[in-house]
């Protein structure tokens, strides 16, 4: 899949981070979209981005995802484990990666607290935020009240267009920078092609009714 035009200009947007880590210190950027829109993509991009010039900047990177994302591809290495990396559909990965268990997601903010004996500046990656518990929120609202910088990903909406669960809805209320990525419609033969900001959910090959239930298919993150 090609990057798109507001992926790139996310991209570019962050790179500011590098030598300005003073002014980000205590808020945070959340990406987000339908599937497909490239927003593990964009971590693994700032990820690489901000390792390698964590020196540089005067800071600590750490990466986080739910346990529950699981899922595996063909074309990874068979040295890399795709519990402790994130992995983009379209081939890219990055290793180093810690699994959180989604039920208890406080568990981010006691590798911060370890972390920040060694570094106060921290940036902090949170990818699939909708999965976790609702301590979520609270757990970046600490992570900002001392300091970090985080940067974290998530599906906003479901097929119906409402808010992919209360969790969202309140983690983009608090969210100091919103940066909404779109995909595109991949129905019908020849494909629409046009941009999409909503995940489309199919049953049978075409697209489900609004009143299709479950909602949430939880089959594994790629069924969501």
Same mark, same amino acid.
């Given at each position: 899949?090609?990057r798109?035009?507001?992926?790139?200009?996310y991209?570019?947007?962050?790179e500011?981070?590098?030598?300005?880590y003073?002014?980000l210190a205590?808020s945070?950027? %959340?990406?987000?979209?339908p599937m497909?829109s490239e927003k593990?993509l964009?971590m693994?991009e700032l990820?690489?981005i901000?390792k !390698?010039n964590?020196?540089?900047?005067?800071?600590?990177v750490?990466a986080?995802?739910?346990?529950?994302?699981?899922r595996g %591809?063909?074309?990874l290495?068979?040295?890399?484990?795709? !519990?402790?990396?994130?992995?983009? !559909?379209?081939?890219?990965f990055e290793?180093?990666?810690?699994?959180?268990?989604t039920?208890?997601?406080s568990g981010?903010l006691d590798h911060?607290?370890e972390?920040v004996t060694r570094?106060?500046n921290? @940036?902090?990656? @949170?990818d699939?935020?909708?999965?976790?518990?609702?301590?979520?929120?609270?757990?970046?609202?600490?992570?900002? +009240?001392?300091?970090a910088?985080?940067?974290?990903?998530?599906?906003?909406?479901n097929?119906?267009g409402?808010y992919?669960?209360? @969790?969202i809805e309140?983690?983009i209320?608090?969210?100091d920078d919103?940066v909404?990525?779109?995909?595109?419609?991949?129905?019908g033969?020849?494909?629409?092609?046009?941009k999409s900001r909503v995940?489309?959910r199919?049953t !049978?090959g075409?697209?489900?009714?609004?009143?299709?239930?479950?909602?949430v298919? +939880?089959?594994?993150v790629e069924?969501?």
């Open positions: 899949m090609p798109t035009y507001d992926h790139l200009l991209i570019q947007s962050l500011g981070v590098l030598y300005s003073d002014q205590g945070d950027m %959340f990406l987000t979209g497909r593990t964009g693994i990820l690489r901000l !390698n964590s020196e540089l900047g005067g800071y600590e750490m986080f995802k739910p346990d529950m994302d699981t %591809f063909d074309f290495p068979k040295d890399v484990n795709a !519990n402790t990396a994130y992995v983009s !559909n379209i081939g890219e290793e180093g990666v810690v699994p959180i268990d039920r208890d997601s981010i911060y607290l972390a570094n106060p921290q @940036i902090i990656f @949170i699939e935020i909708q999965f976790f518990d609702e301590g979520i929120l609270d757990v970046v609202q600490k992570l900002k +009240e001392r300091g910088f985080v940067i974290a990903s998530g599906l906003d909406y097929y119906r409402e992919f669960s209360k @969790i309140d983690y209320a608090q969210s919103v909404n990525l779109t995909s595109f419609c991949d129905y033969n020849p494909k629409c092609g046009f995940t489309q199919y !049978n075409t697209p489900s009714h609004f009143a299709e239930n479950p909602v298919l +939880e089959v594994g069924h969501y």
